[in-house]
């Protein structure tokens, strides 16, 4: 099935900074996600984005579909952006019919 | 307000019992998922339906079932032959018709084995 591979595994900031978190997959797909999980465990819907770019407030992505990765950027960052981030894709082969995740990205944001 | 419910929030159980984790969904969603979350990993899917009275097993199912006789409602089921059933659940729910539509989650339960 598609592998979908997230980087980097973890990252520190200091609120304020800007951070490119990276999702790479292994084949085309016809939807991809971007959540971030909260420390409660519930899992937001930041974007839903298999192509192009789209913004909201101090986040935004690309999804470049051909070259088969998708970028979140996340502008002065706050403490409340805490938590992990995950990419999730649809694939448009056999395996298209659930969302595969990769391991998440793991944001700190200290004060 | 719309949205997923899942109840419990947490739920603890001891070794040999069977044990029901609801999930409620007023979106008028078709389909609707359960995931698995083990810590510091993503999510597995365990079960999905895409219409009343029909699922499927997803990438893990073995020790887990499902029924789905309303719309609104996917409750899952961890049996006494799930051998290591101490997780993260969540379950989400897609709008629209195609496979490729946008999925929402549920608050989750948290699975304690004792």
């Known amino acids: 099935g598609i592998q979908v591979e997230q980087s980097p595994p973890d990252l520190i900031l200091q609120e304020g900074a800007n951070s490119t978190l990276r999702c790479n997959f292994s084949d085309s797909v016809n939807n991809l996600q971007w959540f971030h999980q909260n420390p409660w465990g519930q899992l937001i819907n930041l974007f839903y984005?298999?192509?192009g770019t789209k913004q909201n407030g101090r986040l935004s992505a690309t999804t470049v579909a051909t070259e088969r990765y998708s970028l979140l950027y996340i502008s002065s960052s706050q403490t409340t952006d805490s938590g992990v981030y995950f990419c999730a894709v649809v694939g448009s082969g056999g395996s298209n019919y659930k969302l595969t995740f990769g391991k998440g990205t793991l944001l700190t944001v200290n004060p | 307000d719309g949205g997923i419910t899942q109840s419990p929030k947490y739920l603890f159980r001891k070794e040999g019992q069977n044990v029901t984790l609801s999930c409620e969904q007023n979106l008028n969603h078709d389909a609707m998922y359960w995931y698995r979350q083990d810590p510091g990993q993503g999510l597995r899917l365990i079960y999905y339906s895409q219409i009343v009275n029909d699922f499927q097993k997803g990438d893990i199912a073995e020790g887990y079932s499902v029924s789905r006789e309303k719309k609104e409602s996917f409750p899952l089921t961890v049996t006494s032959a799930q051998k290591n059933p101490t997780a993260f659940y969540l379950c989400?729910?897609?709008?629209?018709?195609?496979?490729?539509?946008?999925?929402?989650f549920g608050p989750g339960t948290r699975l304690t084995v004792l």
């Open positions: 984005i298999p192509s």
């Open positions: 989400a729910s897609r709008v629209g018709q195609g496979w490729y539509n946008e999925q929402f």
